[in-house]
């Protein structure tokens, strides 16, 4: 009987009401913690950045809490303004905490440089295929008097003759001096025989009369 008069005085209820107050006071301490270390419940969303320059995002990135860090530069694309983003990391639009770090793929200033491959006394054809491997367009194809038929004899950049190993942007166009299979001179020797068949027919027309 004591033990339910002691359960049912004023001294346990009094306890009871101090104990439930210091844990609530205890959990309270605890989530505040916990928001303060881990920054429970505070999020922002991504802002996209697609396009912008460092500048601009530094500025939109301050405004959200969020940092950024620039890896390395991709390969230009010419559908983005030089030096903008071109790929993030969370993506626009994600929910992510404050402070997050977003990582950037900027667009470079403009395409990279390749070696010319070594296409001279190689075939049209071949030498063309092997410019569109490396990234480099075919330009102009010349022709010259020359008995390899359709074989490069050399290269130009702008109308001045280059060699392979030079580097240049990718999607440069080079220009293609080919061999037509020595034509002219074909047509030279026929028509100095021919003129030489025709003299002769002549002086014996001659002799004859």
Not at 6 to 20: D, E, H, N, R, Y
Not at 32 to 41: E, P, V
Not at 82 to 91: A, D, G, K, T
Not at 102 to 121: A, D
Request: glycine share 10%; charged share 25%; net charge neutral.
């Amino acid at each position: 009987m004591s033990i339910f008069r002691f359960l049912g005085s004023k001294t346990f209820l009094t306890q009871i009401i101090i104990a439930v107050v210091v844990l609530g006071a205890l959990v309270l301490l605890v989530l505040q913690w916990l928001k303060i270390t881990t920054n429970h419940g505070e999020f922002v969303t991504v802002p996209d950045l697609s396009k912008k320059t460092l500048n601009e995002v530094k500025g939109t990135l301050d405004n959200a809490d969020l940092r950024f860090e620039v890896l390395d530069s991709a390969n230009f694309n010419p559908g983005y303004p030089r030096y903008s983003v071109i790929e993030q990391e969370p993506l626009g639009g994600s929910t992510v905490k404050r402070n997050r770090k977003i990582y950037l793929t900027i667009n470079p200033s403009g395409y990279r440089e390749v070696s010319v491959p070594n296409i001279i006394q190689v075939t049209r054809r071949n030498a063309e295929s092997m410019l569109r491997a490396v990234g480099l367009e075919v330009g102009r194809v010349e022709y010259i008097d020359e008995i390899g038929k359709d074989m490069v004899y050399y290269i130009q950049y702008q109308g001045k003759k280059i060699a392979p190993g030079e580097k240049y942007p990718k999607t440069t166009k080079i220009d293609l001096v080919c061999g037509n299979g020595g034509e002219e001179e074909r047509k030279k020797e026929e028509a100095a025989k021919a003129a030489e068949e025709a003299g002769e027919t002549n002086t014996e027309q001659d002799g004859g009369a």
